[in-house]
């Protein structure tokens, strides 16, 4: 049994901790065998006292070093593959395989291996200039992030390796990492290889810094430093809040992904042409995993109508069917069955079979269906996020109750419409997608959300309370390192004075930049002459 | 003697006033004839209402027909010219010529065609296009937007036709312009061409709207109404922080322009090479428009010695020299000599002559110096922002008390470094530029910060508390557009239903769209093929 230190600085030493605690393995509910620190303030102070001087380093450092430390990390992370698979096994109980080792490690490393390339080509950072006026501007690396990782991605959103970790350090900052305590041991050992491929590369050795658990209030104090230079929140809605507060005060910039029900609207033609199969693809989606994603469909809108029944009666039958998993953590099981409490209160009523009995840290798969009268008679609590394999239908009367259903959903991070292959939906989709559009960051058509593609074209974000701000993701490069860059204007400054972006050459012959209004690859000179 | 009525749904209607007000015209302190309504939260409701309603069928209009009612509106505005200015003069006693008629409404009017040519062009909202896995985005209207206009500019920041407006237009979305309550009658006039504008070119009727004064309540609720799609707001500290307070809660982007001291560094070397010439651009950037900027440089560090003394002597005749012109309010005057009264309690010392009488609503041309240590025992009180002709001098010791000085620096939009013309103070710049480049938005080289082109290049922005987000510019086309989008992901949408920017072809053969990695005009299939 070890007793696990804190990695500050470029070292791992022993935390000021005010008490420590122990990962439990969700398959067996038992305790595992290491225990780690729940840091003091003194630890969150020394790490931003870390990140602050290793931050003006980063600033003048060669982006093709923190590519090369990008790089070379997801090696790292690929060579120690099985290890790794094992211990976020452990901890979280996803299945080894496809689930870590075929799908979320290797989401890991091409997201670090993309935002790599992202950082060696610059684009990123909108160069802009203008050569009349010799006004020029650029994103600038933002200052020390503060990473939070939540449950359920042990690596791709892991505040050690993650995407918002990739994006926060291919944008030129250092990271404070938040790991989460359900999965200590693998925060650990991603931790362990970022900071050897820190020392490989030559980048600072504060770049990457983790401590393991922090009270809430130093969560708000870390949040509202003055040395802190924005945050990137996964989680609840109410952690999420609660840091979003303390940051506004001060106007830090924060970026959540907080709760969402991730609304799918399944039009009469779609059920009339391909009920069964869109049964089919619900189910899987909502079932994966145990359901513990993000994006996991936990509303769908469907109107009132015989296939619709059928549709219900084969996704009850996919969902009793399943073997629930371990859930997360003892957490995630009693909030699931928490939520679910709400909505049946709230008049929800179940559809798959209520007595199954599941041992301690599952929950039975679970469908509720109310009418879209009783949705509209209390649409908040029935928005519950119920973060599981839990879904709740909502069956309207016809399609205005289905848009005013529609008009009353927060803001959600995915919605996704199924409708006729041909053109029997037309006039339903031109009625029913532009409300749903308002309500989300990502609008799909004939297809489960729970799929996030690391792509450029990709929103893993939306309208409050789904994120802190509608124009940004977490997910998709270049757009997510936006988040980690403050503008910074030149306004006659000498060129010799200048970053190398925004001289008149191109510093890499590969780097986008608007020039005079035209993007373009070529130098300046080239573009006026 | 005319009782004014507000412009809701597009009718100018009495307003529901809970009192009413006049304005003052500064040069006489007489209150000017007409009386102006203090608008009900029933008007902000009734407002929002409409916009909401606007907004939806803003979404689906041409940019094309966006263009032209921003053209159209600019046209008029000239065609109005000398009446407007006129009454900007009556109302804020700033010069009719060149200020108003040579320089503020031209400025305003290349705004609105400037955000045209963005709208119609339509590259600032990014389109992202990934053809392989057909996931595609760009930024899209975010909603009705809440302008709040300052005091100091009539035309160029009014909240129905200066630059928030005008971005927040040509990104699609409506504007509820509260007008601010020293120009009243300038606001009026400009909205009335605005709704003539918006007639003649058939878009919405509540496309812009305006009311001329609310209690703080009612902008506190205005900010968070579910109904707002975001906040833009110029003005000072306490009003935007208590605004950002309400928005930030639930979510709503507010984008602040709020207090700046505007730092202006003066290096050894430029002072030995042209110091007369340096503090006769200083004086004449501080003293213009009686120093009523945001970009007023309020705060100049030097560095002890014969040349600086000489710089000062030189900066203090022109300042004595130069007669007082009369402030845009009482208030501004009130708070102008509170500000200075602060900043001598705290040890500045008075350089100018202080027994000048002013007549009232006017107030001396103020020179104050500290030494950097008494700077750096009381850094928080000494940048408080003096809205008007004053300026502190720092004379720090040596470059490090400069340095120190500078690291104390809060948030500023801009930052200005004068040094010798040839390589005299290279070591210098490169030890304290890095510091003051985190400090604002934009830094400059031998150059006062008080023009603020309208450059893709510029940055009218910076770190907390000169604004709310160091990510974005109220000033520069196409960036400040982004402000007032939210980013729309579509994920395997059917062609015909994604918006035209996201289409395979591209809209208007001269958009700049990110296919697959790189910019360009062509459609997706020549960069495929």
Same mark, same amino acid.
């Given at each position: ?318 969902? =009793? ?6 859930? &997360?953590? *003892?957490?995630? !099981?009693?909030? @699931?069955?928490?939520? %679910?409490?709400? /909505? ?75 409708? =006729? ?6 006039? &339903?989709? *031109?009625?029913? !997608?532009?409300? @749903?559009?308002?309500? %989300?960051?990502? /609008? ?86």
């Amino acid at each position: 049994m070890a007793e696990h230190v804190v990695l500050i600085g470029g070292k791992w030493r022993a935390a000021k901790a005010v008490s420590t605690f122990q990962a439990v393995n969700p398959d067996t509910n038992e305790p595992l065998p290491d225990t780690y620190p729940v840091s003091a303030w003194d630890d969150c102070d020394a790490a931003l006292e870390a990140a602050a001087e290793a931050a003006d380093i980063l600033r003048r450092t060669d982006p093709e070093r923190i590519a090369l430390f990008l790089e070379r990390f997801a090696d790292r992370l690929d060579a120690r593959k099985n290890e790794l698979v094992e211990q976020a096994h452990l901890e979280t109980a996803l299945p080894r395989s496809p689930r870590l080792a075929d799908v979320e490690l290797p989401r890991t490393t091409g997201q670090l291996r993309q935002a790599a390339a992202a950082a060696r080509e610059g684009s990123w950072a909108l160069p802009t200039i203008d050569t009349k006026m010799n006004i020029r501007s650029m994103l600038a690396p933002i200052g020390p992030v503060a990473v939070f990782g939540p449950n359920n991605f042990p690596f791709a959103f892991n505040g050690a390796a993650g995407g918002d970790f990739a994006a926060a350090i291919a944008a030129g900052n250092p990271v404070i990492a938040k790991g989460h305590p359900s999965h200590p041991g693998t925060s650990r050992m991603l931790a362990e290889e970022a900071l050897s491929a820190v020392a490989q590369t030559g980048l600072p050795a504060a770049t990457v810094q983790m401590v393991y658990r922090i009270k809430p209030d130093s969560g708000l104090r870390l949040a509202s430093d003055p040395r802190m230079g924005a945050i990137a929140f996964t989680g609840s809605r109410s952690a999420g809040v609660a840091l979003k507060g303390a940051a506004d005060k001060v106007g830090k910039p924060i970026y959540l992904e907080m709760s969402s029900v991730n609304p799918v609207l399944i039009l009469p033609g779609a059920l009339a042409e391909r009920g069964a199969k869109v049964a089919e693809e619900f189910s899987g989606s909502c079932l994966i995993g145990g359901g513990q994603f993000c994006t996991n469909p936990g509303l769908v809108l469907l109107i009132a109508g015989d296939a619709t029944e059928r549709f219900i009666a084969a996704a009850k039958a996919a969902f =009793d069917a399943a073997t629930p998993p371990a859930l &997360l953590s *003892a957490d995630v !099981a009693r909030s @699931l069955a928490e939520s %679910v409490k709400t /909505l049946r209160k709230s008049g929800a009523q179940l559809v798959t079979d209520s007595d199954v009995a599941t041992p301690a840290g599952r929950h039975p798969n679970t469908l509720l269906r109310v009418t879209g009268e009783q949705f509209l008679a209390d649409p908040e609590k029935l928005q519950t996020e119920a973060f599981g394999a839990s879904s709740l239908l909502v069956v309207a009367r016809d399609a205005g109750e289905a848009a005013r259903a529609i008009d009353c959903l927060e803001g959600n991070l995915t919605g996704c419409i199924y409708s =006729d292959s041909g053109g029997a939906d037309e006039e &339903l989709y *031109a009625q029913l !997608a532009p409300r @749903l559009r308002l309500r %989300v960051g990502r /609008l799909l058509n004939d297809k489960m959300p729970t799929g996030v593609a690391v792509s450029p074209g990709m929103n893993h974000g939306g309208p409050f309370p789904a994120t802190g701000h509608p124009g940004f993701t977490a997910v998709g490069i270049p757009a997510a390192l936006r988040r980690f860059g403050a503008l910074h204007s030149y306004d006659n400054v000498r060129s010799e004075r200048l970053p190398a972006p925004l001289r008149d050459a191109n510093p890499n012959g590969r780097m986008w930049r608007l020039i005079d209004g035209e993007w373009t690859r070529a130098s300046c000179n080239a573009v006026r002459g």
